[in-house]
């Protein structure tokens, strides 16, 4: 059997209480990691840390996953904050950009969720609608009861994802804001029944894949993690 490849995987920075404990903790839920062991990847959690260490880190990696979590600084897009946008996290926010350029500079295989997509796209120059129910007119992509409702999608076929990925399906969504205006380089791969860019990807690169949805809860994505993991394979044995 080969090597397992080693991803990067992103985490949060916050406050979490265990048993007695109430203290600033690196965590993230073990269920964006499952479908990785599942499919044969060895995930290196890493915690926010100085953007200048970005390179180094990827030197040992295989591929980079960017998980989901609080919203992007609109800062960065050049944005007001909406009254609905979390507050920024400004050390995750640098430290996952750092590591997207090393990666993308690298030509490492991406994959992005929810958060990760949208990242993705400021990243490379775009924007965000910061407040979803603002542009469909209803809160069916978050409620806020922590549910992760089904919501229509449709692939392009020709794309990274369209290979892996069935062309029309219902996925797990859970979302407040969507790529609005697209980045440098980018195109669009999946959208929702309501107009809404749901995945994207970069052609230039074997794979950089980024989706707004959560494949972590949805059984039926068998294909897409084994895809990010197969090119993550094909990365380490070219290095």
Same mark, same amino acid.
């Given at each position: ?38 499919? &044969? ?27 989901? &979590? ?66 469909? &007119? ?19 076929? &020709? ?81």
């Amino acid at each position: 059997m080969s090597t397992p490849p080693m991803i990067a995987t992103t985490t949060y920075r916050e406050v979490a209480s265990t048993g007695i404990w109430t203290q600033e903790a690196v965590w993230l839920p073990d269920a964006y990691l499952a479908p990785l062991r599942r499919a &044969g990847g060895t995930a290196a959690v890493l915690p926010p840390d100085a953007p200048d260490r970005a390179g180094a880190a990827l030197d040992r990696m295989d591929g980079l996953y960017l998980t989901g &979590g609080y919203d992007v600084d609109p800062a960065l897009y050049d944005a007001a904050r909406h009254p609905e946008t979390d507050a920024p996290r400004a050390d995750r926010d640098a430290w996952e950009l750092a590591l997207l350029a090393a990666a993308v500079e690298r030509g490492m295989p991406v994959l992005g969720v929810c958060r990760g997509a949208q990242l993705l796209n400021v990243a490379r120059g775009g924007t965000l609608h910061q407040h979803v129910p603002d542009v469909v &007119g209803h809160t069916g992509y978050q409620r806020g009861d922590a549910v992760f409702r089904p919501v229509e999608v449709s692939l392009q076929p &020709g794309t990274v994802l369209a290979r892996c990925h069935p062309a029309m399906r219902a996925v797990p969504v859970y979302h407040h804001q969507a790529i609005d205006r697209l980045g440098r380089g980018l195109v669009v791969s999946a959208r929702s029944v309501d107009g809404l860019i749901e995945a994207i990807e970069d052609p230039a690169l074997a794979f950089c894949v980024a989706v707004q949805w959560h494949p972590e809860h949805d059984p039926g994505q068998v294909g897409l993690w084994e895809a990010f993991v197969e090119a993550s394979r094909a990365y380490a044995a070219r290095a």
